[in-house]
């Protein structure tokens, strides 16, 4: 008797617990892959983000470093920007000629084309 009433004590603690534990945590799948964030606050957590809910825009700085980061080597020009969208141009590793078109608001790249 006494076993059985343990038994369904820890059963009924278990169902009570589980869905507790599934709740305190979110899951997402964001530019930097998947994870699990145990304490999820509604904050924005990468760059583009923070931009859009200020309203901010890539600089030409930023935009020159976003196209290094999608195979640009050596920037020549950039040019846009101030509502409009960014397009770099420069060369690649090899010395072929790559243009790429950045979004101003979020920074995302729109377009990548080499000669």
Wanted: no cysteine; net charge positive; hydrophobic share 35%.
């Amino acid at each position: 008797m006494r076993k059985a009433l343990a038994i369904g004590v820890l059963v009924l603690g278990a169902a009570f617990a589980a869905p507790l534990a599934a709740q305190a945590q979110t899951v997402e799948v964001g530019p930097r892959g998947f994870r699990v964030d145990p304490n999820d606050d509604g904050r924005p957590r990468y760059r583009e983000d923070y931009r859009e809910r200020r309203g901010d825009t890539v600089t030409e700085r930023e935009a020159a470093s976003i196209a290094r980061g999608a195979g640009v080597d050596r920037v020549q020009r950039v040019s846009g920007g101030f509502g409009r969208d960014w397009r770099v141009i420069g060369e690649d590793r090899y010395g072929r000629e790559i243009r790429v078109i950045i979004d101003d608001r979020t920074g995302r790249i729109l377009a990548r084309d080499r000669d």
